[in-house]
Every structure is written in C-alpha cells, then in structure tokens.
C-alpha cells in the first residue's frame, strides 16, 4: 500500500462517527508524521504463525478494539458455517489490554450468537487449549503477545482440537474478516445481555483443577517424588510478571516439589514486565534476579515462563558452578532423552512411539529419538503444525505421540492439549533435575555425556527488525536474493542442498523458508518472523568438541550475516 492509501485510511479513521474521541484524540497527535501514519495504516494485521500480533494503538496496522472487534466479527461468521453448534473459549495473559480485548471479542461472538467460555482472570495459554477441548468448544481466542516487548499484543485462534489454526483454515478466517468492510458490521452485545441469555459463561476453579491434575499426571516418577525425591531439589521460578504463576508452582507442589522458591519481584502481574528488558526466557537478562537469587540459595535449576506461559527456559550449573542459560534445542533433548528413558525402563515405551519438531530445530533430539526406536516427524516452524500432526495421530492411530517440540523453548508432552505447555516442560524439566541429581549428576553432566554420545551440537539465531512498509520490502528483497542467487559455499564450505519451502517439500504446507544444507553437516535457514517486523537466520553445526562447535557456528553466523546485513 501507497503511503497516499495509508493517508487516506487515517484521514477515514478520524471522520468515521463509530471512532471514539481518545482514539481520535491519539490519531490527532500524529498529524504530519508520515512514516507514523504510514506503519499505522499500511496495512491490516495480518495472521501469520501466532495469529494477529502487533503494537497497541490506533489504526489497522495495531492492536485496539477496533482491530479485535473486526477479527472476531469475521471469526464469527465464519464458525457459523461450520458444522456443529459454535461455542468458544477465550483467554488472556497479563499484558495492558488484554482483560479489555477478551471481554469485547467474547461480547462480540455472543451478538452473534455463539456461546462463550471466558476466564475472568489470566490463564495460561496451554489451559485455553486443554479448555476447549474439555468443554467440546469449537473454537477457542487467546489474548497474548507471548513473549514480545509489553507495547505489543495478539489474538491467538483456535480450532476444536485445541490447536492454533492451520494455513488453510486461517485463510478461510482471513478472508471472512475481510468480508468486513466497516466497523458498522460489527455486532456487540452488553456484558450482561450475553450472561442473560447464556452466551457469555464463566469458567474458573474447576477447570483450574483439571487442568493441573492433568499436567501432573504428565509426571514421568511420582512415585519417587512424593516419596521425597522432590524435596532434594532446589527450584528457583520466576514467571516473568505472566500466567505461570498459580499453574507452575500448584503443578510442582502436587508432584511433590517442596523446595521451590519465587522471584518476588517477578510474582505478580504486570503489563510492563517492569524488572527485564524483555519478558523472553530465551534471553540470559530475563534470568537477571533469578539467577542472583540461586546464586544465594544454591539453585539446583532455574526455571522462567513468558507471559502466557507457553515457553519455558531453564537455567543449571555448569562444571565450574556457574549458571547457564540452556537454549531450547539443549532443554529439548534433555527432556526428549528423560522422558524417553524412562518410558523404556518401565517397559511403556510404544513400537509405534513418535517424536515431532520443526525444521529449524536441532537434529541433536532427532539423533536421541531414534536411538531410542521411535519415529521422527518435521514440520514447519510453529507449534501448530505439531499439534496438527498430533491430531492425525489421534485420529488414525498411525503413531503414539511421546514428545513435540521447537528451539524457541516450546515443549508438550501428553495429548491433553494441541499448543506448547511451559507449565508441563517446568514439571518435565524440575523432574529430570531431581532424577539425576539422584544420581550424583546435573543436567549440565547428563547433557555432556549426550554429547559424548551423539556428537556436540550447537545452534545459533540471529534477527534483524526491519519495520514499516520500507522493512517489509527489504526482508521480501533479502528472501529474494538468497532464493535466486544461493551461495555456492559459505567460508569454502560447499552448500550441497537448498530447500525452498515456499513449494510445498515434504508433504508440509508451501511457507516462506528456505534452509541451506552445508557438505559438512551444518546449515542455515532464513525465515521472515510471522508476528514480529523481522527475518531470522537460524544456524546449526555439529563438531567433535564443544570448541570445535563454537569455532563453526561463529563461522557460519558471521559470513552468512555479513551477506544480510549488506543486503537489509
């Protein structure tokens, strides 16, 4: 879109009588600041592998009432053509807005007829999937930005598995939405004609309970842990000012987990996450007061959850007694090995047993899966296409699902939900600590002695944000480079295989991704962010040291990056 479209969209926003007078009043403030307006209204939010995501604030091009109320105008009339009488569950995380998004989207559905299940406080994203497949819902919304920066927010949907939507459903919403033409059509109902007439009900402790005996009964030694294994464990939480406070820590307690410690500064909610930079696990500076804290203690293992609670990092001693940040692809194969080995050693592990992850995802857990006997599947990036492949499963019994997950923390065991849990990957994670420690091992020991085994695999990620409608074109120029001018080898090192994901390989869905195969076992992947303004550049490599590792994979970032910074 022209910055003259945009122009004109923000000048209709101004004169439309629906618009509120605060709105208008922020829109004013923008007045002659065109690149402003130009980001706020180039576009439409845009689902993509988080659903609609974007920064708060007026225009089409952001998070507000008006862009919630719009989506779910269009998500209604689209769950009215399907099969089945519509009903929905709807939650929220701690982010500024997000109570207020959740209440308009649940009122906007009940004016349309469909019954709503809402929580009146925040939830972990997991508890909306496992909810709506306890209540049969067709459908379900969460109201999160996951681990973004606190101007952002998103509107997560759901399908009546409990998975986020797959492409070829999102498209069907996509262009129901756009069958919207005017914020004149959308309908809303008061809060309390939609309790009157039953379409706006509560849920609250009842399904709480539920939901935390069934993530506990994910346990892989409750037996051992009630017989006091839980005690020998010291665990430092922090939730990062998100939903994982109540569930984690009732979890724990219910396996046994007595020793385990808050992050005070962190407990509560707050919509700012006031005590980091950003509320993402991921990164060491969110660990900043929990480590201060084990370091105090003792911590056997740190354990910190993003906003809505669906991705957990984890923080252990390495052999010199300082803290580590573990990446994903490293908690991935701890936990894919732990849960694994022990299905074996009671006899329970499956012939048909399945372990799923995505393409950008180390082959470290891959490696420790088959060793085991069980089959790895790949899918593209984002969790809803495992928990699409765990749907299958069910429905034609080809394969037992054990273990899904992706180097960006998300991890799920059990089929009791379709999304990432960090509240069963803290229970998973806290109970491997424990086992080993049993043992005389850390997990730091556990992971070098798999490295021993398999080989030292180390993986790297590197982004660049490119905002705007001048960004959006740069990450298109910089995708188009590499997909039509691929390097012939990176630091003399031939790539050997290049796999366009945007045709389709595999059997998987046609996505923007394309991923170079190196002649020495590494490779690299270029994928634009689906809710952020970014492309990312994953990198992995295997060495037969941990030196070794590290040499090859600065090697491969620093060339690879060279080429797209020259390029942004």
Known sequence: MSQTNAKERYEAWLSDALIDNETKEELRGIAGQDKEIEDRFYRDLEFGTGGLRGVMGAGTNRMNAYTVGKATQGL???????????????????????????????????????????????????????????????????????????????????????????????????????????????????????????????????????FVETVAAQSQNSKLLKEGLGKRVNVIYTPLHGAGNLPVRNVLAHVGFDNVQIVAEQEQPDGYFSTVKSPNPEEREAFTLAIKLGQETGADIIIGTDPDCDRMGAVVKDNEGKYVVLSGNQSGALMVNYVLSQLKERGELPANGAVIKTIVTSEMGADIALSYGATVFNTLTGFKYIGEKMTEFERTGSHSFLFGYEESYGYLTGTYARDKDAVVASLLICEAAAYYKNQGKTLYDVLLELYEKFGTYLEGLESRTLKGFDGVQKIGAIMEHFRSQPPADISGVKVEKVLDYSLGLDGLPKENVLKFMLEDGSWFCLRPSGTEPKIKVYFAVRGGSPEEAKTSLASLTNTVMEQVDNLA
């Open 76 to 210: 209604a009339a689209w769950l009215l053509t399907q099969s089945g009488t519509p009903s929905v569950v709807i939650a929220h995380d701690s982010r500024n807005n997000s109570p207020e998004f959740a209440l308009d989207a649940a009122l906007v559905l009940a004016a349309n007829g469909v019954t709503t299940y809402l929580f009146p406080s925040l939830r972990p994203t997991p508890q909306l999937s496992y909810s709506v497949r306890l209540v049969n819902a067709t459908g379900g919304i969460v109201i999160t930005a996951s681990h973004n920066p606190p101007e952002y927010n998103g509107y997560k949907v759901y399908g009546a598995d409990g998975c986020q939507l797959v492409p070829h459903e999102a498209e069907q919403v996509i262009a129901s939405i756009q069958n919207v033409s005017s914020f004149g059509e959308v309908k809303r109902m008061t809060r309390e004609e939609a309790e009157a007439q039953g379409l706006l009900r509560w849920l609250g402790e009842e399904e709480d309970r539920k």
